[in-house]
């Protein structure tokens, strides 16, 4: 029988952290942006003048699809302005998913000194496979053009951005679903339902503190979903646990833990990572686990129970594959050092098959 579920809450009121394992990114010229959508899930893009950004984007506002997190941790090396792009809505078309944008994915960009835009699709071509599905869609560029100059000019933070782009994600959404009404007329494909994505358009359009309160509703809604799925492919032994993050502004941040364990005065927070064919988790899955460092190696006030605990992070990666140090290759090797350095400096902890392996450090 599993274990009855922590239910944890943790404050949060700045985030101090320092990636290693960032990818180079490409630069690309404002003249030749589109082809960067295509080649790349993260790069540089020059406007010209001496101005650079660090340009993420989604492919869903659905947080476990594409590996989101991953894309953004690839620019947070970037000394500039940090921007992602989430779509407010992606409608694959009846044969396939629609996913909507939700409060906390925009307050943890704010978090992580991310701005955001939230953008929409404007063109897509018919699947293959599928008679009423629709893929490749591409983001309206010019909409996010004007954003990006708009955000040139701006002078305040990310939170700040981010809390007018929730402002006007209602009229973003309205531009959203006339887009996919006229693909769908172009390409001859059924859409999702008209009237639901209305009803919840109308949800935007109440407000900011109106669409907060709704998005926390769905996120509590699928934390607690998340809670009782088990996944037996994480190779988890602790107990799954609730954890509902304050800021330092009230907002409130709804997230599962997928392993706690309390010990002494210190409570273990995992992040569990699982390869069934290779001997570590894909690269995306690791820097996935890392943005969850990120806030668990940040959070005050950790408490379960009525009692206060001193948090200490993990990522725990595991393999159905045998690990060994000796059967590393040199990119595998490089990059498990660059890990464990990014554990040091950053104060977690990195357990492999449940051990803490040593690596030579990259030269």
Same mark, same amino acid.
């Given at each position: 029988m599993m274990a009855k579920p922590l239910n944890l809450t943790a404050k949060i009121t700045g985030m101090q952290y320092q990636p290693f394992l960032c990818r180079e990114?490409?630069?690309?010229? @404002?003249?030749?942006?589109?082809?960067?959508?295509?080649?790349?899930?993260?790069?540089?893009?020059?406007?010209?003048?001496?101005?650079?950004? *660090?340009? &993420?984007?989604?492919?869903? *506002?659905?947080?476990?699809?594409?590996?989101?997190? !991953?894309?953004?941790?690839?620019?947070?090396?970037?000394?500039?302005?940090?921007?992602?792009?989430?779509?407010?809505?992606?409608? /694959?078309? @009846?044969?396939?998913?629609?996913?909507?944008?939700?409060?906390?994915?925009?307050?943890?960009?704010?978090?992580?000194?991310?701005?955001? @835009?939230?953008?929409?699709?404007?063109?897509? /071509?018919?699947?293959?496979?599928y008679k009423n599905k629709i893929t490749k869609q591409r983001f309206?560029?010019?909409?996010?053009?004007?954003?990006?100059?708009?955000?040139? !000019?701006?002078?305040?933070? !990310?939170?700040?951005?981010?809390?007018?782009?929730? &402002?006007?994600?209602?009229?973003?959404?309205?531009? *959203?679903?006339? *887009?996919?009404?006229?693909?769908?007329?172009?390409?001859?494909?059924?859409?999702?339902?008209?009237?639901? !994505?209305?009803?919840? @358009?109308? /949800?935007?359009?109440?407000?900011?503190?109106?669409?907060?309160?709704?998005?926390?509703?769905?996120?509590?809604?699928?934390?607690?979903?998340e809670l009782v799925t088990v996944q037996p492919k994480e190779r988890l032994t602790g107990q799954k646990a609730t954890l509902t993050i304050y800021n330092y502004l009230g907002g409130a941040y709804f997230f599962t833990c997928d392993e706690a364990r309390i010990q002494g005065n210190s409570i273990f927070l995992i992040e569990g990572k699982h390869s069934k064919q290779s001997r570590l988790p894909s690269l995306e899955d690791i820097k996935d686990g890392l943005l969850k460092m990120m806030l668990f190696a940040n959070l005050e006030q950790v408490q379960a129970k009525g009692k206060e605990f001193k948090p200490v992070a993990v990522l725990k990666l595991t393999s159905a594959k045998r690990f060994s140090v000796e059967s590393l290759t040199p990119v595998e090797n490089e990059r498990l050092a660059k890990l464990q350095q990014e554990s040091r400096q950053n104060r977690f902890q990195v357990l492999i098959n449940g051990r803490r392996i040593e690596f030579a450090r990259p030269r």
């Amino acid at each position: 029988m599993m274990a009855k579920p922590l239910n944890l809450t943790a404050k949060i009121t700045g985030m101090q952290y320092q990636p290693f394992l960032c990818r180079e990114l490409r630069t690309y010229k @404002i003249e030749e942006w589109a082809n960067a959508f295509e080649n790349d899930s993260a790069f540089i893009l020059d406007l010209g003048k001496d101005r650079t950004i *660090a340009l &993420s984007w989604w492919v869903s *506002a659905k947080r476990t699809r594409s590996y989101p997190y !991953a894309r953004v941790y690839d620019t947070l090396q970037f000394s500039g302005k940090r921007v992602t792009l989430i779509p407010i809505f992606k409608d /694959e078309g @009846i044969e396939g998913d629609r996913d909507f944008l939700q409060w906390d994915t925009v307050s943890l960009m704010s978090l992580l000194g991310v701005y955001t @835009i939230v953008a929409y699709y404007s063109h897509a /071509e018919p699947s293959t496979r599928y008679k009423n599905k629709i893929t490749k869609q591409r983001f309206d560029l010019d909409y996010i053009m004007t954003e990006l100059q708009n955000l040139l !000019a701006y002078q305040s933070d !990310a939170l700040h951005w981010n809390l007018a782009q929730v &402002s006007q994600a209602g009229q973003v959404a309205q531009r *959203a679903l006339e *887009a996919y009404s006229r693909i769908a007329g172009e390409l001859g494909i059924v859409m999702h339902s008209v009237e639901s !994505a209305q009803r919840r @358009i109308a /949800e935007l359009q109440k407000g900011r503190d109106h669409f907060m309160q709704f998005s926390r509703g769905l996120a509590q809604n699928a934390q607690n979903r998340e809670l009782v799925t088990v996944q037996p492919k994480e190779r988890l032994t602790g107990q799954k646990a609730t954890l509902t993050i304050y800021n330092y502004l009230g907002g409130a941040y709804f997230f599962t833990c997928d392993e706690a364990r309390i010990q002494g005065n210190s409570i273990f927070l995992i992040e569990g990572k699982h390869s069934k064919q290779s001997r570590l988790p894909s690269l995306e899955d690791i820097k996935d686990g890392l943005l969850k460092m990120m806030l668990f190696a940040n959070l005050e006030q950790v408490q379960a129970k009525g009692k206060e605990f001193k948090p200490v992070a993990v990522l725990k990666l595991t393999s159905a594959k045998r690990f060994s140090v000796e059967s590393l290759t040199p990119v595998e090797n490089e990059r498990l050092a660059k890990l464990q350095q990014e554990s040091r400096q950053n104060r977690f902890q990195v357990l492999i098959n449940g051990r803490r392996i040593e690596f030579a450090r990259p030269r």
